[in-house]
């Protein structure tokens, strides 16, 4: 769904370093907006757009963590089940604890999902009551990420 890889004497690849490096000079607010416009672009999925704003937290670049993020969109690959957006968060959260402590943090950050959302099922959470969805797919990346930030002190 993303990306094309940028060699490093392609002047597209020396942008898309800057532009990683000032992102974590952005708030959580900030960053919570960019991953609801990779959304939006339809370049990245849920789950890419929450990795990737957040990818300053990780030893990846932006383009690897797209890249394994990649099959998690639509509810776990498009079987409707856990949500795309809070997998991503859960991924990051994973590579920033290092692997100690992730369980606890990623409960933490499904149950305020679940709290602010009303679901952590990309089926329920779609679910159209009175002409809407419980959460759309803008709200869930966007509280994925202030969720996140929150829990872990970005």
């Not at 607010?29 to 890419?48: D, I, L, T, W």
């Not at 969109?73 to 498009?78: F, I, K, Q």
Request: charged share 25%; net charge negative.
């Amino acid at each position: 769904m993303h990306l094309l890889s940028h060699g490093d004497d392609d002047p597209g690849h020396m942008q898309d370093q800057v532009k990683e490096r000032k992102r974590e000079d952005m708030t959580l607010n900030e960053r919570a907006e960019k991953a609801v416009e990779m959304k939006n672009s339809g370049m990245y999925n849920c789950a890419q757009s929450v990795t990737a704003a957040l990818a300053d937290e990780t030893d990846l670049s932006q383009d690897q963590l797209c890249q394994i993020s990649a099959g998690f969109c639509a509810g776990m690959g498009n079987l409707e089940a856990t949500c795309g957006a809070l997998i991503g968060a859960g991924m990051i959260a994973g590579l920033k604890t290092e692997g100690k402590g992730t369980l606890g943090k990623t409960r933490q950050i499904q149950e305020e999902f679940n709290r602010r959302c009303g679901a952590i099922k990309c089926k329920d959470l779609k679910t159209v009551t009175d002409g809407k969805p419980l959460c759309p797919c803008e709200e869930c990346v966007r509280n994925a990420v202030m969720i996140y930030g929150e829990i872990m002190g970005v």
